[in-house]
């Protein structure tokens, strides 16, 4: 099984713009969304240290 399959079927999916019948570029939500998955951050760690 190649890495991205098992990222695929161990985290949960989140909805799209797509399925929504939206735009087909990715928000930017789903960019830091990507980017969190990447350097292993949660996106609300962060915002919890700057105290947002």
Same mark, same amino acid.
């Given at each position: 099984?190649g890495l991205s ?8 999916? @989140?909805? $799209?713009? &797509? +399925?929504l019948?939206?735009r087909e570029r990715p928000?930017a939500n +789903? ?5 969190d998955? @990447? $350097?292993?951050v949660?996106? &609300?760690?962060?915002?919890? @240290?700057?105290g947002?």
């Amino acid at each position: 099984m190649g890495l991205s399959a098992w990222l695929c079927a161990c985290l949960p999916r @989140r909805p $799209t713009l &797509g +399925d929504l019948g939206g735009r087909e570029r990715p928000s930017a939500n +789903d960019v830091n969304w990507a980017l969190d998955l @990447r $350097t292993g951050v949660r996106h &609300g760690a962060v915002l919890e @240290r700057l105290g947002a």
